[in-house]
């Protein structure tokens, strides 16, 4: 049974870092684009980042830019996301997707192109 698990979150002051992590188990985690989303309460799943199955091509949304890094270990079937100069507006539950075909930002971007998603993880900044 393929499954994704998040870890990493927590409660950061502005300004501090976190690293996310997530690990992937029952699938060729090589075959997989991975992608980060972030969802807040009341507000619509966000798209954060996205890398492809080599880890050559990285995609971010226009948010986090210059702010999160996205990369991964395809034989720790791991992905990481690295946020810094975290603010407030950052807070919300973080997820990982698994998309089969996705090729360009603009797939990555759309949750309903994943195939799988993990149960999330918190990430709480205080001002």
């Known amino acids: 049974q393929a499954q994704l698990i998040e870890s990493g979150g927590g409660l950061v002051q502005a300004g501090g870092s976190l690293r996310l992590s997530c690990v992937a188990s029952g699938l060729t985690f090589s075959n997989y684009g991975m992608g980060w989303f972030r969802q807040a309460p009341g507000q619509e799943r966000e798209f954060v980042a996205a890398i492809r199955s080599s880890g050559g091509t990285t995609f971010f949304g226009d948010s986090v830019k210059g702010r999160f890094t996205i990369s991964r270990d395809n034989a720790k079937n791991t992905v990481h996301l690295q946020l810094t100069t975290l603010q407030p507006e950052d807070t919300a539950v973080y997820y990982c997707?698994?998309?089969?075909?996705?090729?360009?930002?603009?797939?990555?971007?759309?949750?309903?192109?994943?195939?799988?998603w993990g149960q999330g993880t918190q990430v709480t900044v205080s001002s």
């Open positions: 997707a698994a998309t089969s075909y996705c090729l360009g930002y603009g797939c990555y971007a759309k949750a309903n192109e994943y195939d799988l």
